[in-house]
Nanobody, 115 residues
């Protein structure tokens, strides 16, 4: 059974940093694309960043220059380094993996940025 488990969320002051992790289990090969999404109090779930198996990355305009996605295929883990956090970054962050195993989501980790 494929599972994605996020960790690293929490409460941080504006300007601070957090590093999210998402570990995949039950897979026989790396996901083709691993992504981070977030659900904020005012917006629908939106793409934050994604990274393909060959290292190509895409970021939402709102996080460019502040967030960095990376992945360790040997550990089947994707990370999201979040710097210069703003209150608007508050939300639940979800990991998503797409590949031969199908399309899978984690259950999310909450991030709260206080002003």
């Amino acid at each position: 059974q494929v599972q994605l488990v996020e960790s690293g969320g929490g409460l941080v002051q504006a300007g601070g940093s957090l590093r999210l992790s998402c570990a995949a289990s039950g897979i026989k090969s790396s996901f083709t694309v691993m992504s981070w999404y977030r659900q904020t109090p005012v917006n629908e779930r939106e793409l934050v960043a994604h990274m393909s198996n060959d290292g190509d990355t895409t970021y939402a305009d709102s996080v460019k220059g502040r967030f960095t996605i990376s992945r360790d295929n040997a550990k089947n883990t994707v990370y999201l380094q979040m710097n210069s956090l703003k209150p608007d970054d508050t939300g639940v962050y979800y990991c998503r993996g797409i590949g031969l195993q199908g399309d899978h989501w984690g259950k999310g980790t909450p991030v709260t940025v206080s002003s």
